[in-house]
């Protein structure tokens, strides 16, 4: 199946790149970004003696002719435009932007006015682990955030346990390719370098995505406050989360809740000690460790930030899309040592 990817230029268009050259059902037919006029391996040197093909200006008119399905790594406000030309034009959509996770108000208070409402309705999030036959039949899906991706598969199985009363907190922390490809001050190396800190706390937009998906998947309505911090390392998410539970639950019954939660989910690793970003990095996996101390619960996640938190889960989704096991040509073994 020819497929297309728009916004190249960036690492999870080239994580994309790197799955789908190797992808037994998919062949990538269309690459862009917003100048074009060069091969993708002058734009990542790593891909060359890999993938020789020229990397056109983003044209919808262009992918409609060359592709069936379209992977969207575009910024938010940047995509929906395009998604919405692509998809009048009958081609299936991963949009790895913000544009399509959130209810129109949610959306319109934390990023801008929305241009696509037409299709906004229809986007299906992209969560296997909860909406696999919705993505199964969507021409759009809106691939979740990362730390979202994070911290919802450690929390919502415990949702229904929880005390809605006391407030939930995540702590959680990204390796700084989270930050984008774009430099600032705060990802230089002499700022990074050995050195962690907390940003945007209470205020991260990733935040409302957490809150709005937790109701609409469970149907609760729970004080989540998320503090993200950057570390000092290239790729890896952990985020440890914090819940009081209404009332002492006995361990087992904790594993076995959670073991209920994925026993469908080939991605779900469940863990029997606290996780690790190495472990994670490289591949589509999400491990899952939880403890107690009474009604205190903590639920420690890893997930690869640049892949279960964006490129390979884009490309499993699109699988369920096309008709195809999730797990077709998603990477599965992790970057160790």
Avoid: W
């Amino acid at each position: 199946m020819k497929v297309a990817i728009i916004g190249a230029t960036g690492y999870t268009g080239l994580e994309l790149i790197k799955i789908l050259v190797n992808h037994p059902e998919f062949k990538i037919t269309y690459i862009a970004n917003s100048t074009g006029e060069q091969n993708v391996n002058e734009l990542h040197p790593c891909l060359q003696n890999v993938l020789s093909m020229p990397v056109s200006k983003a044209n919808a008119v262009e992918v409609a002719v060359n592709a069936k399905l379209a992977f969207l790594a575009l910024p938010h406000q940047t995509s929906m435009g395009f998604a919405k030309e692509l998809l009048e034009l009958g081609i299936k959509v991963v949009d790895l932007s913000a544009d399509y996770r959130l209810e129109l108000e949610t959306y319109e208070k934390h990023y801008c006015p929305h241009i696509d409402k037409e299709n906004l309705p229809n986007a299906v999030y992209g969560m296997p682990e909860y909406y696999k036959e919705e993505i199964k039949n969507a021409k759009l899906v809106a691939n979740p955030g990362c730390y979202p991706t994070a911290t919802l598969l450690g929390l919502l199985p415990f949702v229904p346990y929880i005390d809605e009363n006391i407030p939930v907190f995540v702590d959680a922390k990204s390796g700084v390719s989270g930050a984008g490809k774009k430099i600032s001050e705060a990802t230089t190396f002499c700022n990074i370098n050995e050195n962690i800190f907390a940003y945007n706390p209470f205020k991260h937009r990733h935040m409302p995505e957490i809150q709005e998906k937790v109701l609409k998947i469970k149907h609760k309505e729970l004080n989540i406050n998320f503090v993200p911090h950057l570390i000092n390392a290239t790729r890896g998410m952990l985020v440890s989360t914090y819940v009081t539970l209404k009332e002492d639950i006995d361990p087992q019954e904790i594993q076995e809740i959670l073991r209920k939660a994925y026993k469908n989910s080939p991605f779900i690793r469940i863990k029997d000690k606290p996780v690790d970003i190495k472990s994670t990095a490289g591949t589509n996996f999400c491990d899952i460790f939880v403890a107690k101390n009474g009604k205190a619960l903590f639920i420690n996640t890893s997930i690869d930030n640049l892949l279960k938190g964006a490129s390979s889960a884009a490309v499993a989704n699109a699988n369920l899309m096309c008709g195809f096991d999730e797990a077709l040509g998603v990477p599965n073994i992790a970057y160790m040592p």
